[in-house]
């Protein structure tokens, strides 16, 4: 059985509570907030035969069924590998199963993440199922980043926001899933994961304290001339280029914010404050929504997982954060 957080107790409430359901859910919100979790207690849900306010269960054939992994009328489609597309032919498959009569006599339900991954052909051999479903078929459609779907798949669907949770039940919850670490390590998680825990615990599990700290002192080096672009980029071929697009990113946007506010409260995370408040200073506005722009454009080539040369990338980028600083 999927976990149930704490701060979806009441979007649950409004889901279970449904005597009637949608043929098809757009769960949405950042990564790390259980929107993964929810769609499978969902899922357990509305193939249950003894359902409750609560959730299944989780005794009925079904529920069996479904927690063997062997539910006839269960479907799960993701990319067949990690942060590769859904193609046109798994959609086909699935456009099959839908048009399948439900083997238990009850509904057919499809868990489908993440909904982005979908190419253009892949999204639009969707297109007829959840406009006109087969039987009663719920399709649960799972997405990070609702922006980058077709407008046509969004309208098609009932598009349900899901919680992020404030800050003090993700520390409470991380205290529970990360009970070793120290307070101050789990906050610095936290932030990192911009708020959310579940991606705090996968950073984790990463090392991402120990990549931070590689990067926050490679960026020190460089500023004070201890070590050359191509030195560090070398040095930093195995770190996940998302990560560290994601970091320089935020520096930059936090170098601009001071230059136009000079709020000294405002400066991120204490590894890097003396560092961003120093290049507010002297580094021109210019350069730095120049580098900015650089650091966006080239995220989304990371994102979309273009052929980069690593290496060439990231000494372009430490390049153009060297030369920041303008004399005087």
Known sequence: MAEAYPWQAGLWQQLAGRTQH?????????VGIGKRALAERLAALLLCQRPAAEGACGACKSCLL?????HPDHYVLEPEEVDKAIRVDQVR??????????????????????????????????????????GDTVLLLISHQPSRLLPTIKSRCVQQACPLP??????????????????????????????????AAKLHGQG?????ALVVDGVKKLLKQQQSPSQLA???????LL????????????????????????????????VVQYLAQKAPRGKVLALQDWLLAHRQ????????????????????????????
């Open 301 to 328: 080539k990371v994102l979309a997982k273009a052929n980069l040369n690593r290496a060439l990338l990231l000494e372009a980028l430490l390049v153009q954060w060297a030369s920041l600083p303008s004399a005087g």
């Open 208 to 212: 991402v304290l120990e990549l931070r």
């Open 93 to 134: 498959d699935l456009v099959g199963f839908v048009t399948q009569t439900a083997q238990l006599a009850g509904r057919k339900v499809v868990l489908l993440e993440p909904a982005e991954a979908m190419n253009l052909n892949a999204a639009n051999a969707l297109l007829k199922s959840l406009e006109e479903p087969s």
């Open 234 to 240: 070398d040095a930093w071929n195995a770190l996940p």
């Open 66 to 70: 479904l927690a063997a992994g062997t």
């Open 166 to 199: 404030g800050r003090e039940a993700s520390l409470a919850w991380l205290e529970t899933a990360l009970p070793a670490l120290a307070p101050e390590a789990r906050e610095e998680l936290l932030a990192l994961a911009a708020g959310s825990p579940l991606a």
């Open 22 to 30: 949608a043929h098809a859910y757009l769960l949405h919100g950042p």
């Open 243 to 274: 990560l560290v697009f994601d970091w320089f990113n935020e520096w930059a946007y936090l170098i601009l914010r001071h230059q136009m506010t000079g709020d000294d409260e405002a400066l991120g995370a204490a590894d890097m404050r003396k």
